[in-house]
């Protein structure tokens, strides 16, 4: 009889096993041609750096196989028989080749001024540099050499031209190109070179001529030249520079980081506010230690036994609909020995305070003692509903200091103006024409669009001046002011509220020593018969343009909290005017 044998080998592989093979195996082999694969990536990157290393070894033993005059670059500084880039294949990878050759001024008889001969150009060293592409980007090799003068070394033909890069805040510029071109030499220059960490590029060597050109910039940077004398322009601020035989040139050049402007034309806005004049109790949220008497928020105990300390939190104020805060303001008195300062909270579920932080708000966490504060920075979407909360303080137990009353305004809504035509001159020169007439760096026409707003990018750090190209409208107000400092490096917003114009006008700017606006200012133009007073808004602004006449004797009287007052005579007003009063703080 034949005996069915149960070893599973002489069944075969179930399903399962079958399965659980195949993915071992799968695994083995995945693993294996992965480190295959990487394997032979890398002897391909080092065949690919061998052959690029090679081609470095020969071009630079060709360069040094020339005479000491001839190891330069064409067009550059100094001047040669190397070209300054140049392409080359080998093995069927394409090489792209770039050359650098520099003058160095040596330490063995001292750098810069102190050299004891004044010759900044010693030696040559010269950069060889071969990049290709690869599947991640772009490689490359470098090689660096020295070439020295087989006699002592001349000055003879030659200066040095020292470049020197500052931003905005005159700290060094590293990374910024330089580039250098004179077409008036022997042989035309034609180079770019990069300032160190000094913010310096030198170009020692170069050949004693004038009409040297630069052009200074980097990525994401503006940028700063030199000029030619032209019909438009015949007396260039910066003009070419000279090099003299044996003498350094220095040239100092200022750029930093482009920003973007969205200029915005609106119509007057709607306003809504909270406003508590304490008549009750109705809009506290709490008070300790203090008490509502007479229409002021007093501290609790009465004369001679005034508390030391106490406070007062508004109920919020949410707004069901507003496009963004405004400022808030309050009145108060404060005796000596005593002090009262307000605080601004978000209100989260109805009751939930929180102190709006520093960075959101600056100076909240000390509190403010002003009467008017810009709170336009506060995102409505993080702090949908506010409040006002004040601490009342006295060293003194018969004396208090009294809250009259606050206010917390939030704009509604700002109706768009568009389709008007503006100028925007930036305040930098770069030369004047015959008659002396200023030519400005930036001077460019613009048009909002039907949504009232246009956005200008790239533009550089500087004052901006605005013109309107229409005679239907005056401008009310201009936040932050005009002309409109534009940072380096910032995305900003200027707004500006337009009126229809009217023959005579003034534009009052009230800022702080620092060009900061002063809201909550009294500002009053008077004259003999006239009298009209204004308060100037979040951006620190007031206009006046009713009432007013042609006349040379008008009076500014500019009051607010914390200042010391100024008076301004003898205005003339004869058509669209404005006038920036800066105050000083007692």
């Known amino acids: 009889m034949a005996r069915t044998s149960t070893n599973a080998w002489s069944r075969g592989f ?40 090679a081609l470095a070894n020969e071009r630079i033993e060709y360069i040094r196989s020339l005479a000491y005059a001839d190891v330069g670059t064409v067009g550059g500084i100094p001047n040669g028989l190397i070209p300054q880039k140049a392409t080359t294949t080998l093995n069927e990878i394409l090489f792209h080749e770039r050359i650098l050759v520099a003058y160095v001024d040596s330490e063995d008889d001292g750098v810069g001024g102190a050299d004891t001969n004044g010759i900044l150009a010693d030696y040559k060293e010269v950069k060889v540099e071969y990049s290709w592409s690869t599947q991640n980007g772009t490689s490359s090799i470098s090689l660096l050499t020295v070439v020295v003068p087989q006699g002592i070394e001349s000055t003879v033909g030659g200066g040095t031209l020292t470049v020197n890069v500052f931003d905005a805040s005159v700290l060094p510029v590293a ?17 770019i070179r990069y300032t160190n960490a000094a913010g310096v590029a ?34 260039p601020a910066t003009p070419a520079v000279a090099v003299l035989e044996s003498a350094v040139s220095t040239m100092n050049f200022q750029i930093d980081r482009l920003s973007d402007l969205r200029v915005r034309t609106i119509g007057p806005a709607t306003t809504g506010s909270f406003v508590d004049l304490f008549d009750d109790m109705s809009n506290v949220y709490s008070a300790t230690n203090t008490v509502i008497i007479a229409g002021e928020g007093v501290l609790d105990g009465g004369p001679g036994a005034y508390m030391a300390t106490g406070t007062i939190l508004s109920v919020p104020e949410e707004p069901a609909t507003f496009t963004s805060w405004d400022l808030i303001s ?33 100076g909240n ?20 509903s506010l409040a006002l909360g004040a601490t009342l303080m006295s060293d003194d137990v018969n004396e208090t200091p009294s809250l009259q009353d606050w206010t917390i305004q939030y704009v509604i809504s700002e109706p768009a103006i568009g389709s008007i035509p503006f100028t925007l001159t ?38 901006y001046d605005v013109v309107l190209g229409t005679g239907a409208y ?50 009053t133009l008077s004259r003999s ?20 006449s042609e006349q040379p004797d008008y009076q500014i009287t500019v009051q607010a909290a914390g200042y010391v007052d100024q008076v301004i005579t003898d205005i003339n007003i004869d058509g669209t005017e404005s006038l920036a009063v800066t105050l000083i703080t007692l």
């Not at 990374?175 to 180079?191: L, P, R």
């Open 330 to 362: 309050w009145n108060s008195i404060e005796p000596a020995s005593t002090t009262l300062t307000t605080h601004v909270f978000g209100v989260t579920g109805g009751n939930t305070y929180v102190l709006v932080p520093d960075g959101d708000l600056p």
């Open 175 to 191: 990374g910024a190109e330089v580039h250098i071109f004179n077409d008036t030499t022997t042989t035309t220059i034609d180079t």
């Open 202 to 235: 030198m170009f020692a060597g170069a050949p004693a001529a004038a009409n040297y050109q630069i052009d200074v910039t980097k990525l994401g940077y503006s940028t700063h030249k030199t000029y030619s004398a032209t019909t438009s322009n015949p007396n």
């Open 529 to 548: 018969g006239f009298t009209d007073m204004e308060i100037s808004s979040t951006c620190g602004q007031v206009f006046f343009n009713s009432g007013i």
């Open 426 to 463: 930036g305040n930098k020169t770069i030369g004047t024409t015959a008659s002396a007439t200023p030519v400005y760096k930036y001077f460019e026409n613009h048009v909002t669009d039907a949504t009232g707003k246009i956005d200008l990018p790239d533009l550089e750090w500087d004052f």
């Open 14 to 53: 179930t399903l399962i096993e079958l399965l659980v093979t195949i993915a071992i195996v799968s695994l083995v082999f995945g693993g294996l041609m992965t480190s295959v694969q990487f394997t032979m990536k890398l002897i391909n990157n080092s065949k690919v750096s061998t052959s690029a290393l």
């Open 365 to 384: 966490s000390l509190g403010f003692t002003g009467g008017t504060i810009n709170i336009s920075s506060l995102a409505k979407g993080t702090y949908p």
């Open 474 to 523: 005056d401008i009310r107000e201009a936040c932050s002011g005009i002309p409109y400092s534009l940072n380096p490096g910032v995305n900003e917003t200027l707004t500006m509220t337009l009126v229809p114009s009217t023959t005579y006008s003034l534009r009052v700017s009230v800022v702080g020593f620092d060009g900061s606006p002063i809201a909550g200012a009294d500002v």
